[in-house]
């Protein structure tokens, strides 16, 4: 048997035991985020997003949803490690927005579009 008949049966085992271990392990299931940006992401887009009285913005909270996804967070412009509250601070292309999150109470207390 030569070099390339192995090498063929060993891709066409690598290709079937990968295409099996997708269909039976992977495909259909929705994996949470892992990333720091993305657990952030996630925790603020799960509950109702409430607004500062001190603001003058009028959003509704599917439009607040999804301006914070599809935003970045600046954890070095952010307060991570206090206790009772921690505030993020979310960048995008069109504004810039910090939000507080307390006792799983999530208000957005700044936003200076850009």
Not at 26 to 46: A, M
Request: glycine share 4%; proline share 5%.
């Amino acid at each position: 048997m030569t070099f390339f008949q192995r090498f063929g049966y060993f891709a066409f085992g690598l290709g079937m035991g990968s295409i099996l271990v997708y269909f039976m392990l992977i495909r259909d299931r929705e994996f949470p985020p892992w990333t720091p940006e993305g657990r952030v992401l996630e925790e603020l887009t799960n509950d109702t997003i409430f607004i500062s009285p001190d603001l003058n913005v009028q959003f509704t909270d599917s439009v607040l949803r999804s301006k914070v996804k599809h935003s970045e967070v600046l954890f070095r412009e952010s307060i991570v490690r206090n206790k009772p509250c921690r505030e993020y601070q979310l960048d995008s292309k069109q504004e810039r927005m910090r939000v507080s999150i307390c006792d799983s109470i999530r208000t957005l207390v700044q936003y200076e579009p850009k």
